[in-house]
């Protein structure tokens, strides 16, 4: 909540657009605030926004807030932006092999255009399948593990493949490549726009006029901003949103190798010896 709010105020004071995304805006929407078992927050912004926030490292000099990217963290190996507090640690699995900063976050998702004609669901997401399969090389540093006896040999290839990834912090070069397929079509030129860092893909392709208009709607103690044309958004994602899972369904979806509200990641590794 309190990365959030601190995004916010940078935003406010650069007139900069955004909107909740994800589970979070569910949970604005729902919960007039977090969903109760929801473990992260998701913001949204338009291509534009965005590339002007990434810029604003600088309103945050003085705290520990870091604007996390693939230019301002070489190793980090996502083509969206998180906005980390570094005087905590929250290491994920998939990254425990990542020398990057693991603080805890937020997410923040550029929308970008994806088609110029209004066309069906499997064809728009040609784009996006690109920009997700060099997401994927960027997990192959999490294959490095201890070897075995009884899996000696796949363990030896799989740490193989995982120091080259690692060694030659090949998703770095991979994130230019889908940075450049991902800013082709702006939403102004595009029938189509969405977060081609999301997962399904199908789900997230949505009329371009949606990233036009945003409203205030409370969360928690607090007013953020979200799309005005959200139940058209939230409907299309998950269907009968307000309508909330099964119980054995309301878990987070994030797991750690490490984790402290109170001690910085760079501490916490060594100390923990990760």
Same mark, same amino acid.
């Given at each position: 909540?309190?990365?959030?709010?601190?995004?916010?105020? /940078?935003?406010? &004071?650069?007139?900069?657009?955004?909107?909740?995304?994800?589970?979070?805006?569910?949970?604005?929407?729902?919960?007039?605030?977090?969903?109760?078992?929801?473990?992260? /927050?998701?913001?949204?912004?338009?291509?534009?926004?965005?590339?002007?926030?990434?810029?604003?490292?600088?309103?945050?000099?003085?705290?520990?807030?870091?604007?996390?990217?693939?230019?301002?963290?070489? =190793?980090?190996?996502?083509?969206? +932006?998180?906005?980390?507090?570094?005087?905590?640690?929250?290491?994920?699995?998939?990254? /425990?092999?990542?020398?990057?900063?693991?603080?805890?976050?937020?997410?923040?998702?550029?929308?970008?255009?994806?088609?110029?004609?209004? &066309?069906? #669901?499997?064809?728009?997401?040609?784009?996006?399948?690109? #920009?997700?399969?060099?997401?994927?090389?960027?997990?192959?540093?999490?294959?490095?593990?201890?070897?075995?006896?009884?899996?000696?040999?796949?363990?030896?290839?799989?740490?193989? #493949?995982? +120091?080259?990834?690692?060694?030659?912090? %090949? +998703?770095?070069?991979?994130?230019?490549?889908?940075?450049?397929?991902?800013?082709?079509?702006?939403?102004?030129?595009?029938?189509?726009?969405?977060?081609?860092?999301?997962?399904?893909? +199908?789900?997230? %392709?949505?009329?371009?006029?949606?990233?036009?208009?945003?409203?205030? /709607?409370?969360?928690?103690? %607090?007013?953020?901003?979200?799309?005005?044309?959200?139940?058209?958004?939230?409907?299309?994602?998950?269907?009968?949103?307000?309508?909330?899972?099964?119980?054995?369904?309301? #878990?987070? =979806?994030?797991?750690?190798?490490?984790?402290?509200?109170?001690?910085?990641?760079?501490?916490?590794? &060594?100390?923990?010896?990760?």
């Amino acid at each position: 909540m309190e990365i959030l709010k601190q995004f916010i105020r /940078v935003c406010d &004071k650069h007139h900069l657009r955004y909107s909740l995304e994800g589970g979070t805006a569910i949970g604005a929407i729902r919960h007039k605030g977090f969903i109760p078992w929801d473990d992260d /927050v998701d913001i949204m912004m338009p291509r534009k926004d965005y590339d002007e926030y990434i810029k604003l490292q600088y309103e945050y000099e003085g705290t520990p807030y870091f604007i996390q990217t693939w230019q301002s963290d070489p =190793h980090y190996c996502y083509n969206f +932006a998180k906005l980390r507090d570094s005087s905590t640690t929250y290491i994920e699995n998939f990254f /425990v092999n990542h020398r990057i900063n693991h603080g805890v976050w937020i997410d923040i998702f550029p929308i970008d255009g994806i088609s110029k004609k209004d &066309k069906p #669901v499997k064809k728009a997401t040609r784009r996006p399948k690109r #920009v997700w399969a060099c997401f994927f090389m960027s997990f192959f540093p999490a294959l490095l593990r201890k070897v075995h006896k009884r899996t000696f040999f796949k363990d030896i290839a799989l740490n193989i #493949v995982g +120091a080259l990834f690692y060694v030659f912090n %090949i +998703a770095h070069y991979q994130n230019r490549h889908a940075d450049k397929i991902m800013r082709k079509l702006t939403i102004d030129n595009a029938a189509l726009s969405g977060n081609m860092s999301a997962f399904p893909l +199908a789900n997230q %392709i949505m009329p371009s006029h949606i990233f036009n208009e945003y409203i205030k /709607v409370p969360f928690e103690d %607090i007013e953020v901003s979200i799309i005005k044309e959200y139940d058209l958004y939230l409907t299309r994602c998950y269907g009968d949103y307000m309508n909330p899972p099964e119980v054995k369904q309301r #878990v987070g =979806h994030h797991n750690h190798k490490g984790v402290s509200l109170t001690q910085g990641y760079e501490e916490y590794m &060594k100390e923990h010896r990760i």
